[in-house]
């Protein structure tokens, strides 16, 4: 074996010229430092000349240094066992002998361009060297012409293919990657999550072992994309998938859904509670603040877990339970993980049912508004009513509000029922205003999926003009919990809706977590005290100072207080002394149907307090 350097400045060639001379040749000319370096040859076979003349037209290349080792055909076993070659120079003369080189090659150097030195075959003989391997073919005879640049030729076409099939492939392997992860987290996609599923399930059944599988959804993540735009709802979607693969091992696997949600397969787990502890690691992972625009933001997820093979044999079983028991997370206020019940199917069947005959309800018109007045402590004047929505459901009767507003919030059918409130509210306090009842208001609620819609005061404002109600005459009520949910995006919704004239309360009073530096802020007109600290109020003394305070609280930030749920005249008694300024609740009436509650309005008859309840 020789070995021949080259040096690597050559003078131009005038023998190779136009588009060969400046073609492209990369593979194998660029080292590590990103300098070109000699392309390392591995000549094969031919006569002792053959070798001089070919070393000798290579050195008089153009544009690359080439660095030649040269062998005999029989010791190629042994010659390629440590070479590392870009180039082949094959010279065989028989087929044989040249397609028993070109596998050895194959297996033992792996891929390559190879010029064949040999003579012209038939055309069979050909397609089979080149199927076998042969990247270019030219003749042993026309080697030694030095007027035909054949051999430079065949080296630069060989190079040039070789690095044709070189992108190719990538391209292929790209295409596959794409094929196979969501492109904007780089995670494996919904398609390759299932086949490593699959995989592993196989796996697992086989050694009898369990596996889990983790259904995430992040909470609050339409929120920050409906409001902070796609951009930063993508960038966080980036770094909550690359927190998750920090969170699991490599045999393990983190996967994309699509939109907020994500799938975790936890490949080889010893009990079910190995899998509670990654959702906790999941949940530290993700409760670390994100920076993102310079801003931070926090976000949590509901975890699912459904455990082979105890919830599921299958792919498609394990996957369904896991995302019921996303649910039950979810329901049970975000930010935490549930494993999947076999009850739970029933609930999430009944769930289903509800979600299509609600939305058949709202075509079918099977909504109807309830309205409960509101009392004046002080002059015992009904201020004005509340409304509240009922579904007449033609086989299940009366659905109260707490059991189809939290389905219709996440399935979005709350816009079009918020929307058909809020008309049939207004258009009713028109009709009573025509009847010659006036009240300071009709109160509505809206759900805190329709405050986060982008201006809710718009909404309202059509609502109001069709109805052609005056703007002060209706109040909006929002619970505490969405107000603070995004409180810098609520201060301008609430300030919208004040500049239109409408009235705001805050809902639920005392049962979320208000920030007072925004509460300060808020542009409202009343705080609705909780009706569960009602409730105890005689018996607590802890809800009455609460109450207390709330009432105290609001007469200081200008505001007025309501207590809801005021069932007993004791209850009515105790509010009078902080100074509440409106009650509602079963002590004076319960939410009535128009054509019941018209009569108290108009004064026809009297609202006295119950004294049956104490
Ligand atoms: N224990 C007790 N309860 C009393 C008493 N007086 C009234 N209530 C009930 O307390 C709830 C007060 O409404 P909310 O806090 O706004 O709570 C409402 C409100 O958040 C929501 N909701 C009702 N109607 C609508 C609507 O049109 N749109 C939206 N987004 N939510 C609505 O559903 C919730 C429940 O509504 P309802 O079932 O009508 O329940 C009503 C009412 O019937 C009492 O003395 N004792």
Known sequence: MSDVIVPFERPQSEELTGADRNAPLNIGVVGADGRPRPVRVLLIGGTTDEVGVITGRLEAHAQRSFRVQATDIGELDSATEEVSVDLVLLIASEVGPALASLRILRQRVGEFPVVLIGEPGDWQQRELLVREGATELIGRAELADP???????????????HELQHELRRAREVGRHLAHHDTLTNLPNRQAFRARLRQLLAQARRNRRQLAVLFLDLDRFKHINDTLGHAVGDRLLQEVASRLKSCVRESDMAARRGGDEFNLILADIRRGQDAARVARKVQTALAKPFKLDGAEFYTSASIGISVYPADGRDVETLVKHADIAMYQAKGQGGGTHRFFLPNMNDRALE??????????????????????PRIDLESGRITGVEALVRWQHPDLGTIHPDEFIPVAEETGLIDGLGAWVLGEACRQAVEWREQGIVLDSVAVNFSARQFRRQRPAEVVRRALEKAGLEPGRLEIEITESAVMQDAGVALESLAELRALGVQVAIDDFGTGYSSLAYLKRFPITKLKIDKTFIRTLLIDPKDAAITEAIVAMAHSLGLRACAEGVETRKQLEFLRAPGCDEVQ???????????????YLSGERALIPDTTGG
């Not at 049912?353 to 058949?360: F, G, K, P």
């Not at 609740?585 to 009569?599: A, D, I, K, R």
């Open 147 to 161: 007027g035909v640049p054949l051999l430079e030729r065949a080296i630069d076409w060989a190079v040039e293919r």
């Open 351 to 372: 769930r289903l049912e509800l979600e299509q005959s609600l939305r058949l309800a709202i075509e079918r018109q099977e909504f109807r508004l309830h309205y409960q």
């Open 585 to 599: 609740g079963y002590v004076f009436s319960p939410p009535l149907p128009v054509e019941q509650v018209t009569p």
